[in-house]
């Protein structure tokens, strides 16, 4: 089973394809859809059309995303979940329904602590899945989307990829 997690963003769309099979677990690929500048509308579509193409590419099974949370900013919170529509959009176009998780829970599952820096998040899924290298945060927080989403589907499966 391949899994992509998205990590949503209007900047930079972060995502992560895993795969699952025998109870291991193997990195496939990540990256970043990068917005650019311009118009809004112009920046979801490049958002759209970027994580369209990923998902063509890699033909996920399966899919995960983070939830958005509202803070002190509500312009931005509203920013992000345009952002957030177009990934979700591009997801249902390719017939997949994804499983959504709050920051808190992903950080929790991967690292143990609801409340880890990225740089924590990063470190533990560099060690869960051996090769796999990312650039950007996004890619390493999307990766992680997808390695709970994985791991919701057995329990043992975190521990297997770690060995």
Known sequence: MRIIGVDPGL???GWGVVELMSGRLRHVANGVCESGRGPL????ARLHAGLADVIVAHAPDAAAIERTFVN???AGALLLGQARGVALLALAQAGLEPAEYAPNEIKK???GVGRAEKGQVAAMVAALLPGARA???DAW???AIAIVRAHRN???LVARAAS
């Open 135 to 137: 650039t950007v945060h």
């Open 109 to 111: 599952a991967i690292v």
């Open 141 to 143: 927080d999307a990766l």
């Open 11 to 13: 900047k930079r769309m």
């Open 72 to 74: 002190a900013d509500p």
């Open 41 to 44: 509308g112009d920046r979801l």
């Open 154 to 156: 057995g329990p043992t």
